[in-house]
T-cell receptor, first 114, second 111 residues
Framework: EADIYQTPRYLVIGTGKKITLECSQT?????MYWYQQDPGMELHLIHY???????EKGDLSSESTVSRIRTEHFPLTLESARPSHTSQYLC?????????????FGPGTRLTVL | AQSVSQHNHHVILSEAASLELGCNYS??????LFWYVQYPGQHLQLLLK??????LVKGIKGFEAEFIKSKFSFNLRKPSVQWSDTAEYFC?????????FGTGTSLTVIP
């Protein structure tokens, strides 16, 4: 079944640790996205990718980095986690022209940095 | 800066009440409009979308939305809500390669 997966679902980690949030999709989509979502706030786009070897920064400045070595995989990395990184991170994917197609979302990773 | 405004942050209704959630956007050009829903513990999923044509669009689970270009609005409606409609609702606007979400409206339906 085509879907979009995120692991881990929940992560509690200490300050200064390096973490990687995984996102994989079996939708066959070219475009993938990372959003940051805080309670009561809009989803903020932090990274997106048009396809393999393509990565772009979104509207919200983020200290995270992403890579796109395979079409189906779009991991997000924080080199040194800080309490300000505590948030929910949502991964999404869409067909090439996002404006004409819906974005499909993963279940999210809730990150807490102590 | 472009923005999407959802004026109702929390809405509490009794079952069978009618629902209307407001959504306004600030971009003056051609836009595509979406409503997403996030049920407790579940993924964000698409309720309905508007690209062109009939400004009244129907989505899943009895929801509909009306695009009023002159008011830059895309309000979500449902004539009679059910307890199972309790969820977070997000309006979104796209133009070009940009995709913007509103802050969301939390709907609680009381049985």
């Amino acid at each position: 079944e085509a879907d979009i997966y995120q692991t881990p679902r929940y992560l509690v980690i200490g300050t200064g640790k390096k973490i990687t949030l995984e996102c994989s999709q079996t939708m066959g989509h070219d475009k993938m996205y990372w959003y940051q979502q805080d309670p009561g706030m809009e989803l903020h786009l932090i990274h997106y990718s048009y396809g393999v070897n393509s990565t772009e920064k979104g509207d919200l400045s983020s200290e995270s980095t992403v890579s796109r070595i395979r079409t189906e995989h779009f991991p997000l990395t924080l080199e040194s986690a800080r309490p300000s990184h505590t948030s929910q991170y949502l991964c999404a994917s869409s067909e090439w022209l996002a404006e004409y197609n819906e974005q499909f979302f993963g279940p999210g990773t809730r990150l807490t940095v102590l | 800066a472009q923005s999407v405004s959802q004026h109702n942050h929390h809405v509490i209704l009794s079952e069978a009440a009618s629902l209307e959630l407001g959504c306004n956007y600030s971009y003056g050009g051609t836009v595509n409009l979406f409503w997403y829903v996030q049920y407790p513990g579940q993924h964000l999923q698409l309720l309905l979308k508007y690209f062109s044509g009939d400004p009244l669009v129907k989505g899943i689970k009895g929801f509909e939305a009306e695009f009023i270009k002159s008011k830059f609005s895309f309000n979500l409606r449902k004539p009679s809500v059910q307890w199972s409609d309790t969820a977070e609702y997000f309006c979104a606007v796209s133009f070009g390669n940009q995709f913007y979400f509103g802050t969301g409206t939390s709907l609680t339906v009381i049985p």
